[in-house]
């Protein structure tokens, strides 16, 4: 409280959360308001995967099983992605890092591009409301990957996966947590209030 110039505003940004938290919604709408790009790894994988490509080819034997794509596929993906013009000023990555390796490599492609996180944003939500919200936007969008096995076996990934990055973004003082059961406007009034903390 005792800071009078205003610290700038968090613009590297990641969202982390279980599948169905709403990271997806909302990462489109923090990003907007801060004119930044959201990047997801999810959606691209998805776009490979309509536009029938090599990496949408392989990407979508492991997303039907509601594995993890390996990291050495994921990695040179974001790394490309953030090395693009319109990510020089910011971003908010949805969807990854999803590992310790992706970690380590966003950190040497962040470090490589002279630059480093401001922040990590984390969607708190119950599992239980979690898998019917799948369930539901399975039937709304017809992913493919949003059946009940699919969901279970996408969470459970999550937990064992997933869930460390956590202590490891907290040790670095990066972790501010958002209650994602709120309504999604109420969510992304939260997640704008967490960036604009300290
Ligand atoms: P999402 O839309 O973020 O839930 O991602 C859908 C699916 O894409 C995941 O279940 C994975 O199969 C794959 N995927 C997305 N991001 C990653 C990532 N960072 N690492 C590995 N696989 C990913």
Redesign the pocket.
């Given at each position: 409280m005792t800071s009078s110039s205003s610290a700038p505003t968090a613009r590297r940004l990641l969202i982390v959360g279980p599948?169905g938290a709403g990271?997806?919604t909302q990462a489109v709408r923090l990003a907007e308001s801060l004119s930044i790009p959201a990047i997801?790894?999810?959606?691209i994988?998805?776009a490979n995967v309509a536009g029938e490509t090599e990496l949408g080819v392989l990407?979508k034997s492991?997303?039907d099983a509601?594995?993890?794509?390996p990291?050495s596929v994921?990695n040179d993906m974001v790394r490309s992605r953030l090395s693009e013009d319109d990510a020089k000023d910011g971003f908010l990555l949805?969807?990854?890092?999803?590992?310790l390796d992706?970690v380590e490599a966003l950190d040497g492609t962040l470090a490589e591009l002279g630059t480093a996180l401001d922040a990590v944003l984390l969607l708190q939500v119950e599992t239980d409301a979690v898998v019917s919200r799948l369930v539901e936007r399975g039937r709304a969008e017809g992913r493919s990957?949003d059946t009940e096995a699919t969901i279970r076996r996408?969470l459970e990934v999550y937990a064992e996966q997933t869930a460390p990055l956590i202590d490891v973004y907290e040790n670095r003082g990066l972790v501010r947590r958002v209650d994602g059961m709120a309504t999604i406007d109420e969510v992304t009034v939260s997640l704008q209030e967490a960036l604009a903390e300290r």
């Open positions: 599948p990271k997806g997801s790894t999810g959606d994988f998805r990407a492991y997303m509601g594995e993890y794509v990291d994921t949805d969807g990854y890092p999803r590992t992706q990957d996408r």
